[in-house]
């Protein structure tokens, strides 16, 4: 056989099994679209069968996000309630005082093996439901029931499961930022522990479960790609809430209105996290500008200038805010290295820059013990940690004391600048603290309560209080306006001269003809005596100086610089 005749031979059977495997193929999958039908022929008993199948049938060629999806619920709504009628109108629970509020509803919803419906389990918290003495104004009540996904109806009453047993819906709450960070901030800007033992001894929300038949009905719809401020799907609840008693004496209350929106979780997660760089960049502002001030009074004299109780009490905030945001981080684990972040800056903050600050200016205001060994020396530091963790530790058992009473110590710690505007009075200082220093930290202390306190839409939870960040701006304004002003006016510039004790002039009259020339010994050269100038600065100790030696010395040292004695401020 010829080679061309081979190559022939050897096409004709790699065609012929090429046919032979294409006949294969097409002809299982021409069997496997004709026998696809067959399915649909068998029992209906085999067939998981529930409400709304019919429409199912009916629709099923609906997209993904139609009106027969199967929406996941789950998740965190936020809205408000409240009566039809303008008052509670029952006599069963009579402490229904408030006529609207507002709501927190936490869901899980999970597949049964009934097509169409889901079993939801959740947690509904009212806000500004009681008027009493206490002042506690927040119930919850734990729910269930089902939500029936092709009608988009939810159905729930109240959870008569034992307290205690750890559910899907408990174990959701428990790592659901937005539930976490707000029960944080309840406990830390709103709610006491006293209020709250109270409230689950005393309130009436914990007597509906033996009382009353909570009954829930609602409706979901899906909020418009328009209206979503995320990639994922919204939604909102709209129903109504009624307690028939058990023994049909009347209802427990009037019927309640519920509106309520999911909220975002991505949004919510990128609040925090923006929250957490807004801080984080605070307190290297803070850091910059405790250097410029570390500078600015780099001298035992500038360093004695500054009160020690101003630069003390800005450390303990900086130390209760790097504790509060380690806890942030440790409650929300998903969120622990945002607020790990900023609770290490302001740890740089407090522990490093400040400590070092406040050991400065107490080694300055005691210029005799310098020279007296180490002993001394670590005895003074040691009384200096004592009281201020010891003042930082007291603070935190007041305000777990006073819980209620946050506000007003807030306001109390934000009076840091008051002791440096007392001490430049009673010292006669002249420009302690460097203008940037006093601008700058008054402005980004302020960024952390208005944004907790006046934000619409901060991240935990918090309703705003416009009236109180007013009052605490004009409060810290104030204080640094005045310290500005003692900066350029002089520092008791607000005072009348009647009350003013007595100031030594460095400018006193002397008799020219006594003395003969003299020279100056700290730029070794001679002062012209002869005529009356503003050149020339005169000691209570009868030395001569020029006037800019002796300001510059002063800056440095309090003392003569040729007999070392004590000198008063200029």
Sequence with gaps: MCSGEYLDFLWNSRRRRLGFVFRVVFGLWFGFVMLKPVAGL??????????????????????????????????????????????????????????????????VSTPTKITGVHYVQGVIIFH?????????????????????????????????????????????????????????SSQVFQESPRDKIWRRKNSPIYEMEKHCNIEIAAQISRISSSQNDGDHDRYHIEGLMESPTVDDDGDCFSPLLLNATSVNIEVYYNKAVNYTLMVTFVSFLQVLLLIRQMEHSNTQSGAAKVSILTIGQQAIMDAYLCLLHLTAGILVESLFNAFATAAFFKFVVFSIFEMRYLLAIWKASRPMNNGEGWETMRRELSVLYSRFYGILLGGILVMYEFHNFLRPILLLLYSFWIPQIITNVIRDSRKPLHPHYILGMTITRLAIPLYIFGCPHNFMRIEPDKSWCICLVVFIGLQASILLLQHY?????????????????????????????????????????????????????????????????????????????????A
């Design 42 to 107: 068998r029992p209906i008993r085999e067939r998981a069968r529930s409400w709304g199948d019919e429409w199912l049938f009916v629709r099923k060629d609906e997209s993904e996000l139609g009106p027969f999806h199967a929406w996941n619920i789950t998740g965190t709504y936020r809205g408000s309630w409240k009566f039809l009628e303008s008052l509670n109108s029952s006599s069963k629970f009579p402490d229904f005082r408030k006529s609207a509020g507002d709501s927190v509803i936490e869901l």
């Design 128 to 184: 500004d439901v009681f008027d009493n003495e206490h002042n506690v104004g927040g119930a919850q009540i734990r729910v269930e029931g089902v939500y029936i996904w092709p009608f988009r109806q939810l159905r729930m009453v109240a959870n008569s499961g034992k307290e205690g047993e750890l559910s899907q819906e408990e174990d959701y709450i428990l790592s659901n930022p937005y539930h976490l960070l707000g029960v944080f």
């Design 489 to 569: 006016l002089g520092s008791r510039w607000f005072i009348p001269r009647q009350i003013l004790p007595e100031k030594y002039s460095y400018y006193r009259r002397f008799d020219p003809e006594a003395n003969h020339a003299i020279d100056c010994v700290i730029c070794m050269t001679s002062i012209d005596l002869t005529q009356r100038s503003r050149d020339c600065m005169v000691t209570p100790c009868d030395h001569f100086f020029h006037s800019g030696c002796l300001q510059r010395w002063m800056d440095i040292k309090m003392e003569c610089p040729t007999c070392r004695r004590s000198l008063p401020t």
